[in-house]
């Protein structure tokens, strides 16, 4: 199964069962997923870990 299908379900069920307010969660869920890759390769990993 692509990527981008999975995307399309994801916002298809959002429009048939009316569950806008999960954007905002996924969204910020995949942000601070990337924050954190971000965060093991680089040399400012120390300060960005004390935020969390």
């Known amino acids: ?9 994801y916002f298809a069920f959002l429009k048939e069962q009316k569950k806008w307010w999960l954007i905002p969660v996924v969204v910020l869920i995949i942000f601070i997923g990337l924050v954190l890759v971000f965060a093991k390769s680089s040399p400012l990993a120390p300060f960005i870990y004390t935020l969390f």
């Open 1 to 9: 199964m692509s990527k981008i299908r999975i995307i399309s379900q």
